[in-house]
Protein backbone atom coordinates (compact mmCIF):
# COMPACT_ATOMS: atom_id res chain seq x y z
CA UNK A 1 0.00 0.00 0.00
CA UNK A 2 1.20 3.04 -0.84
CA UNK A 3 0.56 6.15 1.66
CA UNK A 4 0.13 9.84 0.85
CA UNK A 5 0.05 12.67 3.53
CA UNK A 6 -1.16 15.83 2.48
CA UNK A 7 -2.11 18.75 5.10
CA UNK A 8 0.15 21.00 7.57
CA UNK A 9 2.02 23.97 7.06
CA UNK A 10 2.49 26.80 9.47
CA UNK A 11 0.25 27.93 12.20
CA UNK A 12 -0.21 30.20 15.49
CA UNK A 13 -0.33 28.87 19.14
CA UNK A 14 -3.91 28.05 19.76
CA UNK A 15 -4.44 27.35 15.52
CA UNK A 16 -5.96 24.44 14.11
CA UNK A 17 -4.55 22.03 11.00
CA UNK A 18 -5.42 18.86 9.66
CA UNK A 19 -3.66 16.24 8.36
CA UNK A 20 -4.87 13.39 5.97
CA UNK A 21 -3.54 10.09 4.90
CA UNK A 22 -5.01 8.49 1.81
CA UNK A 23 -4.15 4.85 0.52
CA UNK A 24 -3.40 3.76 -2.74
CA UNK A 25 -3.59 0.23 -4.04
CA UNK A 26 -5.56 -0.90 -1.66
CA UNK A 27 -8.09 0.08 0.85
CA UNK A 28 -7.34 0.48 4.31
CA UNK A 29 -9.16 -2.38 5.57
CA UNK A 30 -7.86 -4.71 7.97
CA UNK A 31 -5.21 -2.39 8.58
CA UNK A 32 -3.67 0.25 11.79
CA UNK A 33 -3.39 3.43 10.54
CA UNK A 34 -0.87 5.06 12.39
CA UNK A 35 0.38 8.89 13.01
CA UNK A 36 3.59 9.90 14.00
CA UNK A 37 6.02 12.74 14.49
CA UNK A 38 9.60 13.86 14.13
CA UNK A 39 11.22 17.04 15.68
CA UNK A 40 14.68 18.15 14.66
CA UNK A 41 17.24 16.11 16.68
CA UNK A 42 14.60 13.81 18.40
CA UNK A 43 13.20 10.60 18.09
CA UNK A 44 9.97 9.71 15.84
CA UNK A 45 6.93 10.08 18.60
CA UNK A 46 3.68 8.56 18.28
CA UNK A 47 0.46 10.67 18.04
CA UNK A 48 -2.16 8.60 17.46
CA UNK A 49 -3.40 5.64 15.85
CA UNK A 50 -6.68 4.17 14.51
CA UNK A 51 -7.48 0.57 13.79
CA UNK A 52 -9.63 0.42 10.98
CA UNK A 53 -12.12 -2.24 10.98
CA UNK A 54 -12.91 -1.00 14.69
CA UNK A 55 -12.13 2.40 14.73
CA UNK A 56 -10.34 1.86 18.21
CA UNK A 57 -8.36 4.81 18.72
CA UNK A 58 -5.00 5.24 20.21
CA UNK A 59 -3.51 8.57 21.40
CA UNK A 60 0.32 9.63 22.26
CA UNK A 61 0.69 11.05 25.95
CA UNK A 62 -1.00 14.14 26.51
CA UNK A 63 -2.84 14.35 22.99
CA UNK A 64 -5.37 12.77 23.53
CA UNK A 65 -8.18 15.59 23.96
CA UNK A 66 -5.84 17.87 21.66
CA UNK A 67 -5.98 15.89 18.64
CA UNK A 68 -8.29 13.48 16.88
CA UNK A 69 -7.86 10.75 15.09
CA UNK A 70 -11.24 9.76 11.93
CA UNK A 71 -11.39 7.92 9.20
CA UNK A 72 -13.40 8.87 5.60
CA UNK A 73 -14.41 5.19 4.53
CA UNK A 74 -15.47 6.78 1.20
CA UNK A 75 -12.30 8.63 0.36
CA UNK A 76 -9.82 5.79 1.84
CA UNK A 77 -8.61 8.09 4.30
CA UNK A 78 -7.50 8.38 8.01
CA UNK A 79 -7.71 12.15 8.92
CA UNK A 80 -5.49 13.68 11.67
CA UNK A 81 -7.20 17.09 13.48
CA UNK A 82 -4.72 19.20 15.60
CA UNK A 83 -6.53 21.75 17.96
CA UNK A 84 -4.80 23.95 19.96
CA UNK A 85 -1.24 23.70 18.39
CA UNK A 86 1.42 24.59 20.57
CA UNK A 87 5.06 25.04 19.43
CA UNK A 88 5.99 21.94 20.81
CA UNK A 89 3.99 20.28 18.40
CA UNK A 90 6.46 21.50 15.62
CA UNK A 91 7.74 18.23 13.63
CA UNK A 92 7.33 16.72 10.66
CA UNK A 93 4.34 14.60 10.48
CA UNK A 94 4.39 11.09 9.10
CA UNK A 95 1.56 8.34 8.49
CA UNK A 96 2.19 5.37 8.56
CA UNK A 97 0.15 1.80 8.24
CA UNK A 98 0.68 -2.17 8.74
CA UNK A 99 -1.76 -5.16 8.67
CA UNK A 100 -2.86 -6.34 12.57
CA UNK A 101 -0.64 -4.88 15.18
CA UNK A 102 -1.17 -5.78 18.69
CA UNK A 103 -2.23 -3.27 21.18
CA UNK A 104 1.22 -3.22 22.86
CA UNK A 105 2.75 -2.36 20.06
CA UNK A 106 0.18 0.50 18.46
CA UNK A 107 3.08 3.24 19.57
CA UNK A 108 6.04 1.58 17.96
CA UNK A 109 6.88 2.64 14.67
CA UNK A 110 9.33 -0.75 13.83
CA UNK A 111 5.34 -2.38 13.94
CA UNK A 112 4.52 -0.45 11.12
CA UNK A 113 5.65 -1.58 7.35
CA UNK A 114 4.46 1.37 5.25
CA UNK A 115 4.97 5.04 5.41
CA UNK A 116 3.72 8.09 3.86
CA UNK A 117 6.89 10.89 2.75
CA UNK A 118 5.69 13.16 5.46
CA UNK A 119 4.08 17.00 5.98
CA UNK A 120 5.93 19.63 7.74
CA UNK A 121 3.72 21.29 10.54
CA UNK A 122 5.51 24.52 11.90
CA UNK A 123 3.88 26.37 15.16
CA UNK A 124 4.66 29.83 16.04
CA UNK A 125 4.21 31.86 19.19
Known amino acids: VQLQASGGGSAQTGDSLGLSCTASGRTFSGYTIGWFRQAPGKEREFVAAMKWNSRSTYYGNSLRGRFTISRDNDKNTVSLQMNNLKPEDTAVYYC???????????????????WGQGTQVTVSS
Open 96 to 114: AANGTIIQSSIQNPRAYGY
